[in-house]
């Protein structure tokens, strides 16, 4: 219920994209740590968890050190907090490289070795490595509290969506690479990925899964909001309702779109991202054949903590 409360912010891309381009490359450098980890189908164990205080990777566990990597939005620093101590590196105007020598220095201290890859990916046009990247950024603390803002009310949407799903469901997180908050949805059946992909993308799709998400835009699609999107694409996703008044299928982009000022504008955003995400998943059922009955009843822990599954099950019914 809290999140229904709050004040859903105003977006405008043109005003977030330079710290939004900042962050993204701030956080694959601690992102790249989770590719250490076992591979997860879908990469679903490599998001980053959005935190009362900005985003944070999973605990991760080495063979001398356990330790995770806390990107603090609203206080400006990163926080490296480990068995061995904690290291905290202050965020402020400078460039990615400065930032990864910075960073490095910190983890070393600590017993951490520095992240397996400097390579920057997903990110057209920008330098190879972090330490290429020499541009000076500036950090803006208000528009570092727009992003955590947008991120915390789009993840609490999400995961109420996700609770009663019954499959594979990693943890709604943001995806490091390409810098969008994501919720996937996963069916056992492979599927043949293009092979003009990315070996990444091709890892990524090989079962059937769906998508919903929030993103803050693009040059080319400048728009912050919801997303969503059927893995393989079926036919018959035109001229649907997609839950919310204003979502709306795009075919050029081969996602459903739910603009931010749509979804603000509506009376309880957060039970809009619900229903645009059901919508999502009716989409699937009716047009590539996924099971109805993987979605559980929608209620919350106290209720059953007091009801036997046989009455649960009765009034999702």
């Not at 409360?5 to 490359?25: D, G, K, Q, S």
């Not at 985003?55 to 620093?77: A, C, I, N």
């Not at 997303?227 to 982009?253: H, K, T």
């Not at 099971?291 to 209620?299: A, E, F, H, I, T």
Request: include cysteine.
């Amino acid at each position: 219920m809290s999140t229904s409360i709050r004040v859903w912010p105003r977006l405008v891309y043109e005003e977030l994209a330079p710290m939004v381009a900042f962050v993204n490359r701030l956080v694959q450098v601690a992102g790249k740590y989770t590719l250490d980890e076992p591979f997860e189908v879908g990469w679903g164990n490599i998001v980053l968890d959005v935190t009362p205080r900005g985003l944070r990777t999973p605990t991760l566990r080495k063979r001398d050190v356990t330790f995770t990597v806390h990107y603090r939005l609203l206080d400006g620093d990163v926080v490296i907090e480990a068995d061995s101590g904690t290291r905290t590196v202050p965020l402020f105007d400078e460039s990615l490289a400065a930032f990864y020598a910075s960073f490095c220095h910190a983890v070393g201290d600590l017993g951490i070795r520095r992240p397996g890859s400097s390579l920057i990916c997903e990110i057209p046009d920008a330098p190879a490595t972090f330490g290429d990247d020499r541009v000076e950024r500036h950090w803006d603390d208000r528009t570092a509290g727009l992003i955590w803002s947008a991120l915390n009310l789009a993840a609490g949407g999400l995961e109420a969506w996700q609770a009663p799903f019954q499959g594979h469901r990693p943890r709604v997180g943001v995806m490091w690479g390409g810098f969008d908050l994501s919720a996937t949805r996963h069916r056992a059946r492979p599927t043949a990925p293009p092979a003009q992909v990315p070996a990444f993308q091709q890892n990524a799709q090989i079962e059937e899964y769906m998508a919903v998400g929030f993103a803050f835009g693009t040059p080319d699609a400048p728009d912050p909001g919801m997303y969503a999107y059927i893995w393989p694409q079926p036919d018959g996703l035109e001229g649907r309702s997609w839950g919310v008044d204003g979502a709306a299928w795009n075919p050029d982009a081969g996602l459903v779109l739910l603009p931010w000022a749509t979804l603000r504008d509506t009376p309880n955003p957060h039970q809009s991202i619900v229903a645009f995400g059901d919508a999502v998943y009716d989409a699937a059922v009716e047009t590539a054949g996924w099971p109805s009955d993987l979605v559980g009843p929608r209620c919350d822990g106290w209720y059953m903590s007091r009801t036997p599954p046989s009455l649960a099950e009765a009034r999702h019914h």
